[in-house]
């Protein structure tokens, strides 16, 4: 079992960036997936959740109407499109999965539930 990040990189204030996470050994549709970032010198916090099946999302405050995750069953692959980026952004990103049974909707911003993580894509967004 294993999530795949990647898709980071340096881009400037206002840019774009699409992170994928890639599974294997886990199927996308059947786990909660989440994205987490971790900024130098900060906790770990929630940045949007996709629920298994029907695929409601949930996304931290900061990040609503910027962000976008999303899944593609047919490539076992959850994406966060990362739109008018902000340097408050800039941290390590993580995905991680929820195994079944999952999680209800109300708790899919709480990292403890989530049993399996990537090793995390670095995300810097520049002034």
């Known amino acids: 079992v294993q999530l795949q990040a990647s898709g980071g990189g340096l881009v400037q204030a206002g840019g774009s960036l699409r992170l994928t996470c890639a599974a294997s050994?886990?199927?996308?549709?059947?786990?909660?997936m989440g994205w987490f970032r971790q900024a130098p010198g900060n906790e770990r916090e929630f940045v949007a959740a996709?629920?298994?099946?029907?695929?409601?999302?949930n996304y931290a405050d900061s990040v609503k109407g910027r962000f976008t995750i999303s899944r593609d069953s047919a490539k076992n692959t959850v994406h966060l499109q990362m739109n008018s980026l902000k340097p408050e952004d800039t941290a390590v990103y993580y995905c991680?999965?929820?195994?079944?049974?999952?999680?209800?909707?109300?708790?899919?911003?709480?990292?403890?539930?989530?049993?399996?993580w990537g090793q995390g894509t670095l995300v810097t967004v520049s002034s």
């Open positions: 991680a999965a929820d195994s079944p049974p999952v999680a209800p909707y109300s708790a899919l911003a709480n990292g403890r539930l989530y049993d399996v």
């Open positions: 050994g886990l199927s996308v549709r059947t786990h909660n």
């Open positions: 996709l629920r298994s099946g029907g695929g409601s999302t």
